[in-house]
């Protein structure tokens, strides 16, 4: 973690936004330090702030470096000494513990685009089902049945079931059914290159 990350971590912008002489209201919302108003319109979150008026926007260093006129590694020690956090703002950042939390943040959004696909896909062949349910049943009991049709009414209880359980599913239970999603994208593909849309 480095040293900024700790400071976010141990200072919200509301406490930073008061000890600094922001004046916070009601809903925390303060009068914007950065351009005259006469109603609130700065927003302070826990992690940043955000002003509807001009659009000035950070978390608590900026905030600092902006009210102080200051660099962000001076905002970081201003922080650092006014709220006596103890962090020692000198000694350099431990790049395995940084290179450390770049991987987990890569592993975590692979994880998510992954679950995100297969979602996808299991939507996509759904929707496509039920158009098909939709669009080619017969119009008169004299109507030729179409295959499209025969075929959503086979498939669709099964592709609403995974669609509907997929998100209940844990990580383990996602994995499993890998597999059967890849089978289903293979189908879906399939059907769009016979039947189209």
């Given at each position: 973690?480095?040293?900024?990350?700790?400071?976010?971590?141990?200072?919200?912008?509301?406490?930073?936004?008061?000890?600094?002489?922001?004046?916070?209201?009601?809903?925390?919302?303060?009068?914007?330090?950065?351009?005259?108003?006469?109603?609130?319109?700065?927003?302070?979150?826990?992690?940043?702030?955000?002003?509807?008026?001009?659009?000035?926007?950070?978390?608590?260093?900026?905030?600092?470096?902006?009210?102080?006129?200051?660099?962000?590694?001076?905002?970081?020690?201003?922080?650092?000494?006014?709220?006596?956090?103890?962090?020692?703002?000198?000694?350099?950042?431990?790049?395995?513990?940084?290179?450390?939390?770049?991987?987990?943040?890569?592993?975590r959004?692979?994880?998510?685009?992954?679950?995100?696909?297969?979602?996808?896909?299991?939507?996509?062949?759904?929707?496509?089902?039920?158009?098909?349910?939709i669009?080619?049943?017969?119009?008169?009991?004299?109507?030729?049945i179409?295959?499209?049709?025969?075929?959503?009414?086979?498939?669709?209880?099964?592709?609403?079931?995974?669609?509907?359980?997929?998100?209940?599913?844990?990580?383990?239970?996602?994995?499993?059914?890998?597999?059967?999603?890849?089978?289903?994208?293979?189908?879906?593909?399939?059907?769009?290159?016979?039947?189209?849309?």
């Amino acid at each position: 973690m480095t040293i900024f990350e700790e400071v976010k971590e141990l200072v919200d912008v509301e406490a930073a936004a008061r000890h600094y002489g922001v004046e916070v209201h009601r809903g925390n919302m303060a009068l914007c330090p950065f351009h005259r108003e006469r109603h609130p319109s700065c927003k302070l979150y826990a992690d940043h702030y955000y002003c509807f008026g001009c659009q000035a926007h950070g978390d608590d260093i900026r905030l600092v470096q902006e009210l102080l006129g200051l660099t962000p590694i001076e905002a970081v020690k201003q922080i650092n000494s006014d709220f006596g956090l103890g962090l020692d703002v000198d000694k350099p950042p431990d790049m395995a513990a940084v290179n450390r939390r770049k991987q987990e943040i890569a592993e975590r959004k692979a994880e998510q685009a992954k679950i995100e696909r297969i979602y996808n896909i299991l939507l996509r062949y759904y929707t496509l089902l039920d158009r098909y349910k939709i669009r080619f049943a017969p119009k008169t009991p004299d109507d030729e049945i179409d295959g499209r049709f025969v075929y959503a009414l086979q498939n669709i209880g099964y592709a609403e079931y995974m669609l509907e359980t997929f998100n209940r599913f844990d990580k383990e239970q996602q994995e499993e059914i890998k597999l059967e999603v890849d089978r289903i994208e293979r189908e879906y593909k399939r059907i769009l290159y016979e039947w189209g849309e």
